[in-house]
């Protein structure tokens, strides 16, 4: 399952500590990881991994692996700052933050005051109907022909659709806007990934000045006129939440519904059931939630500490990997089952100060694609002679998934 590290290693690290793992190879490979290399993650792994290849570009970082050290941590904004957490900005030689996502507090707190509101529960069910309209227009283009190359026609477009429309970009923008996702998210090359932050930079810092220019009644406009701290956000703010909102809602929920949507085909039993009585789907949501996170997220060690007996030093990297502590068997009883009655908590959309700030969103977004889905498609499997490959890295996904049925 593992790979010996490459020496040297820091002084503080020990070598039976220290491995390149499959799940973070970037690569793509044809056993599904959610199946084969988390659950022996789980079986041999200790409770805290020394990972060579963990953060993108190959570079190091802490696993943890258990659900109730990785909860500890979430809840730690003493020991662990998200402070250019993902290294966005300095890639092109910036020192721009992503907000809210890399703030820490008490900044952080006035971020989450200014934003909560426009991503509540009320304000995300507000949408619910235009989130529906999307879903069944994808939908009906290809219902009637028996088949579907689904992350192309559906979970790539779907929340895209969403997102664009909530902050006024152009639709027609989108294949673009999947380029640049994809070279950010899904790239190792570092040199790629930078290209691509500086053209969506240039892109959203065109559009913010659009909306100085001239407000829309869009949500870009309205970031303009958040404050903290009594006066209105920066401009390194401003784009630093665009930002935000580009990365966190054009990838994640593609991610999810691939990875959910080839569980279903595979298992028509489960998808049988949510077309039968569809009052089971937001509870089957929360457990697609935990099964099929696919996001590893990290923080950064702000002093020494101690996990496990082993020595963590400022600056290391420590993981959250939501598709590995979803799987615990010591937090979730035989947590390779999937069922739709499990009721159990997760941390696939974060926890402590930084739970999502999108994830009424994202459920919605959720609920939505596999209620029109089952509804107006009848039942589905993965295409005769197509095998589903499986991309493992810092977003787990399946890259191309074709589905039929009759």
Known sequence: MTQVAQQPLPDHVPPELAMALPLFSRTVIYD???????????????????VTN?????????????????QAMLRDADNFTKNGMGKWAQNIGENWLVIPTEA????????????NSHFSPQKMFAMKEQVRERAQALIDAFKDRGQCDFIDEFSEKFPIYIVLDLLGLPQERMTQ?????????????????????????????????ARRQQPRDDYISKVLTFEVDGRLWNDDEVFGHCFNLYIGGLDTVTSLLGNIFNYLASHP????????????????????LRAFAPVTAFRIATKVIEIHGQKIMPGDYVAFSSPVVGRDPAFYEDPQAIRF????????LGSGIHKCLGMHLARLELQIAVEEFVKAIPEFRIKDGFRVPYYVGNILHVPDLHLQWS
């Open 341 to 348: 009655d499990r009721k159990a908590p997760h941390m696939s």
């Open 32 to 50: 599904n990881p959610q199946e084969v290399l988390i659950p022996a993650m789980h079986a041999e792994l200790p409770p805290i991994t020394y």
């Open 269 to 288: 039993d489960k998808q049988n059931a949510l077309r039968v009585d569809p009052s089971l789907i937001v509870l089957a949501v929360e457990e697609f």
């Open 177 to 209: 806007f999947l380029k640049w996702e994809k070279e950010m998210l899904h790239s190792n090359d570092w040199q790629v990934r930078g290209n691509a932050v500086r053209c969506v930079k240039d892109y959203l810092l065109e559009e913010i000045e």
């Open 54 to 70: 963990i953060f993108p570009g190959d570079q190091p970082g802490w696993l943890l692996k258990n659900a109730e050290d990785v």
């Open 104 to 115: 820490d507090p008490p900044v952080h707190t006035g971020y989450r005051k200014a934003l």
